[in-house]
Protein backbone atom coordinates (compact mmCIF):
# COMPACT_ATOMS: atom_id res chain seq x y z
CA UNK A 1 0.00 0.00 0.00
CA UNK A 2 0.97 3.40 -1.13
CA UNK A 3 1.36 6.20 1.76
CA UNK A 4 0.70 9.37 1.42
CA UNK A 5 3.78 11.68 0.05
CA UNK A 6 5.90 14.03 1.76
CA UNK A 7 4.55 16.74 0.55
CA UNK A 8 0.89 16.21 1.58
CA UNK A 9 2.34 15.32 4.99
CA UNK A 10 3.98 18.50 4.85
CA UNK A 11 1.05 20.35 3.91
CA UNK A 12 -1.43 18.63 6.93
CA UNK A 13 1.55 19.67 9.39
CA UNK A 14 1.37 23.49 7.75
CA UNK A 15 -2.48 23.09 7.99
CA UNK A 16 -2.49 21.64 11.86
CA UNK A 17 0.92 24.60 13.16
CA UNK A 18 -1.59 27.33 11.78
CA UNK A 19 -4.96 26.15 13.29
CA UNK A 20 -6.63 25.39 9.79
CA UNK A 21 -8.51 22.08 8.79
CA UNK A 22 -8.03 20.14 5.91
CA UNK A 23 -11.73 20.63 5.58
CA UNK A 24 -11.03 24.79 5.40
CA UNK A 25 -8.23 24.68 3.25
CA UNK A 26 -10.56 22.46 0.74
CA UNK A 27 -13.32 24.80 0.53
CA UNK A 28 -11.23 28.37 0.76
CA UNK A 29 -9.15 26.56 -2.19
CA UNK A 30 -12.07 24.15 -4.14
CA UNK A 31 -9.66 21.46 -3.74
CA UNK A 32 -11.36 18.09 -4.03
CA UNK A 33 -12.27 17.07 -0.58
CA UNK A 34 -10.22 14.28 0.85
CA UNK A 35 -7.35 14.62 -1.40
CA UNK A 36 -4.99 15.58 1.43
CA UNK A 37 -5.54 12.08 2.88
CA UNK A 38 -5.52 9.61 -0.08
CA UNK A 39 -2.68 7.39 -0.11
CA UNK A 40 -1.13 8.68 -3.07
CA UNK A 41 1.04 11.90 -4.84
CA UNK A 42 -0.36 15.17 -4.89
CA UNK A 43 -1.07 16.69 -8.55
CA UNK A 44 0.20 19.36 -9.70
CA UNK A 45 -2.73 21.69 -9.98
CA UNK A 46 -3.51 20.92 -6.08
CA UNK A 47 -0.21 21.81 -5.19
CA UNK A 48 -0.21 25.26 -6.77
CA UNK A 49 -3.89 25.80 -5.24
CA UNK A 50 -1.82 25.30 -1.77
CA UNK A 51 1.25 27.18 -2.92
CA UNK A 52 -1.26 29.92 -3.51
CA UNK A 53 -2.79 29.81 -0.50
CA UNK A 54 -0.25 29.51 2.48
CA UNK A 55 1.75 32.08 0.69
CA UNK A 56 3.96 32.01 3.72
CA UNK A 57 5.21 28.74 3.55
CA UNK A 58 8.57 27.86 2.64
CA UNK A 59 8.97 26.26 -0.50
CA UNK A 60 12.57 25.18 0.45
CA UNK A 61 10.69 22.95 3.33
CA UNK A 62 8.01 22.24 1.60
CA UNK A 63 9.83 20.42 -1.50
CA UNK A 64 13.16 19.81 -0.01
CA UNK A 65 12.29 19.60 3.66
CA UNK A 66 15.45 21.59 3.98
CA UNK A 67 14.90 25.20 6.48
CA UNK A 68 12.20 26.45 8.49
CA UNK A 69 8.80 25.78 7.78
CA UNK A 70 7.61 29.60 7.07
CA UNK A 71 9.24 32.22 5.02
CA UNK A 72 11.88 34.03 6.96
CA UNK A 73 11.48 31.99 9.82
CA UNK A 74 15.20 30.96 10.94
CA UNK A 75 15.94 27.12 10.95
CA UNK A 76 15.25 25.71 14.50
CA UNK A 77 18.55 25.42 16.11
CA UNK A 78 19.56 21.60 17.62
CA UNK A 79 19.34 21.59 20.89
CA UNK A 80 22.91 21.27 22.92
CA UNK A 81 23.61 18.78 24.89
CA UNK A 82 24.27 19.48 28.68
CA UNK A 83 28.08 19.89 29.31
CA UNK A 84 29.68 16.21 31.23
CA UNK A 85 31.50 16.93 34.14
CA UNK A 86 34.64 15.45 34.68
CA UNK A 87 35.24 12.51 36.96
CA UNK A 88 37.65 14.49 39.04
CA UNK A 89 35.10 17.62 39.67
CA UNK A 90 32.06 15.30 40.29
CA UNK A 91 34.52 13.53 43.23
CA UNK A 92 35.36 16.90 44.98
CA UNK A 93 31.95 17.65 44.76
CA UNK A 94 30.71 14.42 46.14
CA UNK A 95 33.26 14.52 48.99
CA UNK A 96 31.72 18.37 49.38
CA UNK A 97 28.61 16.79 49.90
CA UNK A 98 29.67 14.24 52.44
CA UNK A 99 31.15 16.56 54.65
CA UNK A 100 28.37 18.85 54.21
CA UNK A 101 25.86 16.22 55.07
CA UNK A 102 28.28 15.30 58.08
CA UNK A 103 27.91 19.16 59.41
CA UNK A 104 24.37 18.72 59.19
CA UNK A 105 24.41 15.38 61.26
CA UNK A 106 26.40 17.07 63.99
CA UNK A 107 24.02 20.32 64.23
CA UNK A 108 21.06 18.05 64.54
CA UNK A 109 22.72 15.94 67.48
CA UNK A 110 23.77 20.02 69.23
CA UNK A 111 19.88 20.96 68.33
CA UNK A 112 18.58 18.26 70.11
CA UNK A 113 21.21 18.23 73.53
CA UNK A 114 20.06 22.19 73.57
CA UNK A 115 16.33 20.93 73.17
CA UNK A 116 17.26 18.43 76.32
CA UNK A 117 18.75 20.84 78.14
CA UNK A 118 15.99 23.13 77.31
CA UNK A 119 13.56 20.73 78.72
CA UNK A 120 15.06 20.42 82.02
CA UNK A 121 15.86 24.22 82.89
CA UNK A 122 12.05 24.75 81.83
CA UNK A 123 11.26 21.96 84.56
CA UNK A 124 13.36 23.15 87.32
CA UNK A 125 12.07 26.49 86.45
CA UNK A 126 8.61 25.58 86.63
CA UNK A 127 9.46 23.66 89.80
CA UNK A 128 10.36 27.28 91.43
CA UNK A 129 7.51 29.13 90.41
CA UNK A 130 4.88 27.01 92.17
CA UNK A 131 4.57 28.14 95.23
CA UNK A 132 4.22 25.91 98.25
CA UNK A 133 1.43 25.37 100.50
CA UNK A 134 1.83 26.89 104.09
CA UNK A 135 2.05 24.52 106.99
CA UNK A 136 0.02 27.14 109.02
CA UNK A 137 -3.98 26.71 107.37
CA UNK A 138 -3.73 30.00 105.08
CA UNK A 139 -2.82 29.43 101.56
Known sequence: MQEKSIIKQKILLYLDFKGISPYK???????????????????????????????????????????????????????????????????????????????????DRQLAERDKQTGILLRMLSAQKTPEKSPIGGG
Request: without cysteine.
Open 25 to 107: FYKDTDTTRGILTQNNGITEENLLKFIAYAQDISLDWLLTGEGAMLKGEREPQPVSEPPTAEPEVVEVLRQQLAEKDRQIAEK
